[in-house]
DNA sequence: CACTTGACCTGTCCGC
DNA sequence: TGCGGACAGGTCAAGT
């Protein structure tokens, strides 16, 4: 899915363009992990409902409704949330074709608001999902009871990664900063971002890592996130904002995507790929090598 | 409890 | 060109 960057681009452009609407429509297509058995909720609590806000924790968008039920919406790999205002473009638009097309083949729900605007979520894998909850019983479902600290908060320092870190000690800081239980938002591209950025392989164990290190790494995810942020987020295939727009922060990206390239720090070594925690990995071989 | 791996899906790319 | 396998930005459940 989109990470921490790419939802809350997608949080910021929604709450931009679909606060104060009113629905007139909702319906999932094909989308079993919707609106499970509660389609009777979603025509009593969503219909003519009007939208007061757009939220988001971790990866999760949260779109509160007028009757106090929210909309949780998890894109994982391949979701999208796209808004269709009233009128479609024409005439050469550089967006006329994401927008024009849809709904598409992998269009899942359809939200329709009275002024005929649409929003529409799209996911090719089917791992995503749009469910509704009343707002008081957000904070109860069990991924918000159990993910940790949003890393873009003045409340997430240096000392509290170290101490969310101590029950992860045997494992790899790859797959420590991945879990979502340790910290909100990092997916596989600001993982190998932020490891790049402070020199350490990421295949090293949590529990060798001292803590002047996990001080850097703290630094380092929330500066690679926010300049993610300012460049709308990025694209490897799939994602799209709010407005059906790509971002463009791979482009900055060091090492995500880069194997066979030079190394920014090393400018005679390659970048390589490996696997690590079960994912697709990439390292400078020179600047991150592993602690034993 | 901590840790790893496979499953969930569909599409694409790469090697034979 | 066709086919099989590996892989893709994320979580879960189930195994050790």
Redesign the pocket.
Known sequence: ???LP?VETIRVGLNKLIVGKIIKRAQAIDS?KSFPNNQNDVNVFMVGATVAAVRRR???LLIDLSTNYTMVI?L???GQLVYVGAERFGGGHPDEDLINDLPG??TRVVIEFTDSSHLYFND????GWVKLYPTLEVPNI??MQ?VGPEPLSDDFTGAVLFERLQ??????IK??I?D?TVLA?????Y?DESLWAVKLHPATR?GVIPKSIIYSLTSAIKEVMLLSLSHG???????VDAEGKK?NYLKFANVF?REGQTCPRHPSVLIE?L?V????THICPVCQVEMV
């Open positions: 899915m989109p990470e790419e079993p971790a990866k999760v998890h994982k790999m391949t083949r992998f090719m894998r089917r791992f069990n991924f159990k029950r992860r000690k045997n494992t790899t797959a420590a991945l979502q938002g990092v997916g596989n591209i993982a949590v987020g990025s694209t490897d295939k799939n994602y971002g995507r790929k696997r925690a079960g994912r697709g």
